[in-house]
């Protein structure tokens, strides 16, 4: 079978023309038994993709799993790993499944694909993880260990001493025969550890191309760099939009894709041709960098029942509690705006949306005609508590009494 080529077909059939111990890597996304047929509308509604996943038993199902199972332990290396991606639905069975063909001792990781999600959700907790199980061909599997920083909780002792075990195996920091610390070995960091969060591809991110639950690109580079090298090959036998092949293709890492369905195997070779691949700048910043709103904010918010909004000069929270069943935005007047540069602000955050309600809440002291032209506004302003104190304050002081 000829490397870097998507292959249309069944796969347990397709797994077959595949030379035995050939494989480094088989990522695998399989239909997660949602009982559900899944489809998508293109961007520009061109076109629409879909592929089945309802089945008539799970039986049928797990069968399926464990015929391609089978076929993925053939085709690997005895260095080789299998990744299968799955989700709450039928995570449980699937891992059994793995441990039947793969056995129990081969098992080396449960990655946690953790995102976030914004969602008004049913009854219950928001679902916000999917579950990608690692299992080895042997132990003599191939493993790049990656490091990642400590924790902003980890205090200096802990990453430059020693430790040892007492009489009673208590772990403690080292000390030599004179009670000084003993310094420890270098350290690269945290290993990697087995959740990842990486964001979930945003509706207008240019990597998206339509198709029902596409993967990001970035979490199959993530898998493909711990577990293989340049020049190895990485097979997807669902491999849908080809995300795992663009992934491999990125990081000169050959490919085998295979997809029952033939719009996907066009789909994924257009991919392969002009490959887009969205850097998550949410990954790169972290998401505490997207949280600017100050103490101060967030505490007028709290006092008015309001959730914060961030990255929006015009919006800085909605009311929790809806007015004439619209949302009610609110936006504090910064300590460099004028209360008509917030109140333009918000107009301009507002446009194109119907709200029955609009907030500003006036932070400082200022008479709102100090404009060439006074805004045409429906917005009402209301004074911040402080506010409100400095302005009794200055009332309630008595003018100095003057004498001849
Ligand atoms: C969850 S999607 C894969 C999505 C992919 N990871 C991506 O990022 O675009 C599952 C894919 O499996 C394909 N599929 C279902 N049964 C198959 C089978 N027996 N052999 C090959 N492909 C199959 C479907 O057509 C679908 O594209």
Redesign the pocket.
């Known amino acids: 079978m000829e490397v870097n080529r998507i292959y249309k077909?069944?796969?347990?059939n397709k797994l077959t023309e595949l030379e035995s111990n050939s494989v480094d890597l088989v990522y695998f996304?399989?239909?997660?038994f949602t009982q559900k047929k899944h489809s998508l509308v293109t961007r520009d509604e061109s076109k629409k993709y879909e592929?089945s996943d309802s089945w008539d038993s799970l039986n049928d199902y797990l069968d399926?799993i464990e015929a391609c199972l089978i076929e993925c332990k053939r085709v690997l290396k005895e260095t080789g790993s299998v990744f299968l991606h799955c989700d709450k639905v039928a995570s449980h069975y699937i891992r059994l499944t793995l441990d039947k063909v793969f056995g129990m001792k081969n098992f080396q990781s449960e990655i946690i694909w953790s995102y976030k999600r914004w969602s008004n959700s049913k009854k219950g907790l928001l679902n916000s993880h999917q579950n990608i199980y690692f299992y080895s061909k042997s132990k003599h599997f191939k493993f790049n260990q990656y490091y990642t920083n400590y924790a902003a909780t980890t205090n200096i002792d802990q990453i430059l001493q020693d430790r040892k075990k007492t009489a009673k195996g208590k772990s403690i920091y080292k000390t030599d025969e004179d009670g000084n610390i003993v310094l420890g070995k270098e350290k690269k960091g945290v290993p990697l550890s087995d959740t990842w969060e990486i964001p979930y591809l945003n509706p207008k991110a240019k990597e998206r191309v339509g198709?029902?639950?596409?993967?990001p690109v970035l979490l199959l580079k993530e898998i493909i760099k711990i577990v293989t090298d340049e020049g190895d090959l990485v097979v997807?036998?669902?491999?849908?939009?080809?995300?795992?092949c663009v992934a491999a293709k990125s990081m000169d890492r050959n490919f085998i894709g295979?997809?029952?369905?033939q719009d996907?195997v066009e789909l994924a070779n257009r991919r392969l041709e002009e490959m887009i691949i969205t850097d998550s700048a949410l990954l790169n910043k972290g998401y505490n960098s997207y949280l600017e709103k100050s103490e101060y904010e967030m505490a007028i918010l709290k006092s008015i029942d309001a959730l914060p909004v961030q990255r929006n000069s015009g919006i800085d929270g909605f009311l929790r509690k809806h007015f004439n069943e619209k949302p009610v935005p609110v936006k504090i007047q910064g300590k460099r705006e004028t209360l008509n540069d917030a109140i333009e602000k918000l107009e301009k955050s507002c446009q194109g949306k119907e709200f029955e309600l609009k907030i500003v809440i006036q932070t400082r002291k200022e008479s709102r005609g100090n404009r060439l032209f006074e805004l045409e506004s429906d917005i009402e302003i209301i004074q911040s508590q402080e506010l409100i104190i400095e302005e009794l304050k200055e009332k309630s002081t008595v003018p100095n009494t003057v004498y001849n």
């Not at 077909?9 to 347990?12: L, R, T, V």
């Not at 198709?211 to 993967?215: D, E, F, G, M, S």
């Not at 997807?236 to 795992?244: E, H, L, V």
């Open positions: 077909g069944n796969c347990i996304d399989p239909p997660f592929f399926l198709y029902p639950t596409q993967k997807d036998p669902f491999c849908g939009s080809g995300t795992t295979i997809d029952a369905s996907a």
